[in-house]
């Protein structure tokens, strides 16, 4: 990625309770907050950010941008069929979460999320003057 464009904020996805494998631990609840696997392309217009969020519902999701911070959270939570109850389960919900550093060279009033079996896609267009463009030489 050129221009340090879109970053990773360790500060706020490193809480004190997690383990390496980003897992935080409550130890009072069975929910857990795990940091969804992602993978960002870059292209002439902008990047693409995917975001793996499996069991999340798209009601359950979110994307917000406030000042130069992009944050990805989610909610799973173990549904069962009414009268049923889990006889054993390591986790009833998971809380994902995930948060960038966008530059100023991204315009973040056009950000545009979807989401697709689990995975939710955010697209994040660069500013017109960040942009490729090509400059006509003049004769003479």
Do not use: C, W
């Not at 309770?17 to 897992?23: E, I, K, L, P, T």
């Not at 999340?56 to 049923?84: F, I, N, Y």
């Not at 315009?107 to 090509?134: F, M, W, Y």
């Amino acid at each position: 990625m050129s221009n340090n464009s879109l970053t990773r904020n360790p500060a706020t996805e490193a809480p004190d309770n997690a383990d390496r494998s980003g897992v935080e631990k409550h130890a009072a609840s069975e929910r857990i907050t795990l940091r969804p696997l992602v993978s960002i392309v870059e292209q002439d217009t902008g990047f693409t950010i995917t975001a793996e969020m499996p069991g999340v519902p798209k009601d359950k999701v979110s994307v917000q941008v406030e000042r130069d911070s992009l944050t990805l959270e989610g909610e799973m939570v173990l549904a069962l069929p009414e009268g049923m109850e889990a006889s054993y389960a390591e986790v009833q919900s998971a809380h994902y979460k995930r948060v960038f550093t966008l530059s100023r060279e991204l315009d973040t009033t056009r950000i545009e999320a979807s989401q697709d079996n689990g995975v939710l896609t955010v697209r994040v267009p660069k500013a017109e003057h960040a942009q490729p463009r090509k400059i006509q030489v003049q004769v003479g």
